[in-house]
């Protein structure tokens, strides 16, 4: 158990000495996401605009 406490204990000062570090990551990680979110989007609407070109051509 006093072990395990150190080991907490430890991890605790560690995240406090990389606080400005891990809030750029997770700074970064939310920019990735909204830029994956993003190319979804854009994505979806081209295949939309695809499928619908196709299908007026297909029916001509």
């Known amino acids: 158990m006093t072990r395990r406490r150190d080991d907490v204990t430890n991890s ?11 809030s ?3 700074v970064l990680d ?6 994956y979110e993003y190319l979804c989007v854009c994505g979806t609407i ?9 299908s007026s051509n297909l029916k001509i």
């Open 46 to 54: 081209q295949f939309s605009y695809y499928y619908n070109y196709l």
């Open 12 to 22: 605790m000062k560690r995240l406090k000495r990389h606080t400005d570090q891990k």
């Open 30 to 35: 939310a920019t990735t996401v909204t830029y």
């Open 24 to 26: 750029r990551v997770v």
